[in-house]
């Protein structure tokens, strides 16, 4: 199983969820949203941290690419994504 996150601090919370409802239509693929950790409010920030997504290790090509395209997609609307390098999550 591997584990990618998602960084975007100024995603709208709406626009977190319709990403995640999107993403979660692809089979094999789990997604989670990360909750804000900031410890002081502030409206500039989302009120998401982040999203996970989950998925095998032989996850097909095209699932891959679908996930790639819905994440450009909301990349390029919303001022990108930073990432953390992809690990091995335990079931």
Known sequence: MKEQVYYNSHMP???YRELAA?????DGLTVQLLPQTSCQFDYALSQV??????FPDALP???LRQIEVVLQHYGDRH???QTVAPINAKD
């Open 13 to 15: 919370l709406a626009v």
């Open 22 to 26: 999107q993403l979660g239509l692809i």
């Open 49 to 54: 941290e982040g999203i996970t997504l989950k």
């Open 61 to 63: 090509a095209a699932a």
């Open 79 to 81: 001022g990108g994504w």
